[in-house]
């Protein structure tokens, strides 16, 4: 049985529309137009226990709203939906003693506290007994390596540290599921890191599943095995995170230094020479039309080579295409 | 039961801890609250200087009735700070937080929240009892235990009313000029004689703006016991508080969240 399965979930909203300046205040104040909104078409998935899962989309795409349906935030307009075996709006206190939270644009940890006092409050929220308390506490303060900040107010860590300590607090009671959304906006490479490998730690210490929405492709890349990417409202991929690689990373970049001079006209059959100098070459090839082989012989008997870089575009470009794809197909 | 308690407890002592990191603003807002409702009050001792009573009321029942409406207003909202301000939670979708986690929402949005000036409130209420207390002579156990039972009213007719009202934010949206209004209602309406009204007036006291059931009804209760006051100030504490728990997690189905950043103070 998944931990997660979702069945054909839909979520509209209603928005007022008005248009600009005092005149359109007025009309909206006596006849006001209402657009229905539509933030979940319909998905469905499934997620296994102790998986780590991407669910992965723009601005927008109703990453947040299909989170908030699955924590009991939101009831759904339609659908089905099932976590740990409850459904989370009509049961969603039970389900919250299974589950952790966390939203990246929401904290949780009292501001003007240190982050400790805010664990104790959540041991008497969940119930969690205060030896046990204690040694949870001291256990995730070792793994998320926030010993030194738990006595410090929240007002004065820096932003990585405070969503360590976030993440940590909706680890307390030991939750089977993690949902994280957006855990890592505003943060800088090295903290964006440093929670990533934390994430890690405790799916592998404690088989905590994880559902993560981002719309940084690159903590998906790093956590998840399986990703779903979801535009609109919908589900656009779902697959292995290798397989969205494989499939859609076939375009190579190459980066080519020569130590002689190069001729202006300078080319390879199939390949998009995308900047030429006196010395090197920038281009590209499509791998399935153009054999990578071929390309790398041309290369060497061009001239003396310095130096050659093959790279591949990164996933969030991957994803670009995607995005594109499925708005070209919508219009 | 318990386990909400001890919730409670946790809540109440974390909102403490928070408020006290700003001592110093903490004792001010609290003595300054406390010096506000002493001016506004001397308006009072002026006017009782010149006409002795208006209709049976004299200065010693307005400081019985400050005693119970600054002694209710001030522990309601130190206890249960949110629901001044539930309106603007609802409508910023700050919910979400509460939704999140393994507890009734009311209860613990409501609790989630000190007014550090309600501090002021509170001793000032005291204070006020105490001397409505000497002026009258009349001290005892049981008139404790009166005032305590009529706090308890106020506090429960208050904090129904002002979630009821600010619940309405689930169904208009933006509510704020409506939920200022009705807390200036009441707690105006609150601090005047019962005496002064009749008729349409007293009615609408006793259900609109429920002002009655949080000052001049207790503060004769705690002056003398009456069962039948007892049972009326009892009936109110209960309807009220039904009302406001109805309406909200009605409107809470209407909820829709937001994107807005917040922060948990």
Known sequence: ?331 | MIRHLSFLMALWKTNLLSAMEYRISFLTQMIGMMLNNAIYFVFWIIFFARFEQINGWGLVDMFFLFGVVATGFGAGTFLFGNSVRLSSIIAQGQLDYYLSLPRPVLLHVLASRSIASSAGDFVYGLLSFAVAVVFSGAFSGLLLLRFALACLGAIAVLIGFFTLVQSLTFWIGNSSLLTTNAFNAIITFSLYPITLFDGTAKLLLFTIIPAAFVGALPAEFVRQFDLGQLIQISAGAVLFLALAVLIFYRGLRRYESGSAIQVRM
């Open chain 1, 1 to 331: 049985m998944p931990a997660i399965s979702v069945s054909n979930l839909r979520k509209t909203f209603q928005t007022k529309r008005k248009a600009a300046g005092i005149r359109g205040s007025l009309r909206a104040l006596w006849r006001p137009t209402w657009q229905t909104v539509d933030a979940v078409r319909g998905i469905s998935f499934a997620m296994q226990e102790g998986e780590l899962l991407g669910f992965i989309g723009p601005n927008g795409a109703g990453k947040s709203t299909t989170i908030k349906i699955l924590t009991g935030i939101l009831h759904p307009s339609s659908g089905e939906a099932s976590v740990l075996g409850y459904v989370p709006w009509r049961q969603r206190q039970a389900l919250a003693f299974q589950i952790g939270s966390v939203f990246g644009q929401r904290p949780q940890l009292w501001y003007h506290l240190p982050a400790v006092d805010t664990f104790y409050l959540f041991g008497k929220i969940y119930e969690v007994e205060d030896a046990a308390l204690r040694r949870r506490i001291a256990f995730l303060a070792e793994a998320f390596e926030i010993e030194d900040l738990l006595e410090t107010p929240v007002r004065k860590l820096s932003l990585g540290q405070r969503m360590r300590c976030e993440v940590a607090a909706s680890l307390l009671h030991k939750p089977r599921i993690l949902l994280l959304d957006e855990p890592s906006i505003g943060l800088d490479v090295v903290a964006k890191q440093r929670l990533r490998e934390t994430i890690q730690r405790m799916n592998a210490l404690e088989g905590v599943g994880v559902l993560l929405t981002s719309h940084d492709a690159g903590d998906i890349e790093a956590l998840c095995k399986r990703v779903i990417i979801i535009n609109h409202g919908e589900i656009v991929y779902r697959d292995k995170v290798s397989a969205l690689k494989r499939r859609y990373l076939t375009v190579k970049y190459v980066d080519v230094r020569y130590n002689e001079q190069l001729p202006p006209d300078f080319s390879l059959p199939g390949v998009e020479m995308l900047k030429v100098g006196r010395y090197g070459a920038k281009m590209r090839f499509d791998a399935r039309a153009t054999p990578v082989e071929p390309v790398i012989s041309g290369l060497a008997s061009a001239g003396s080579l310095a130096d050659v870089t093959v790279s591949e575009p990164s996933l969030e470009d991957v994803i670009r295409t995607i995005y594109a794809r499925a708005e070209a197909e919508n219009a």
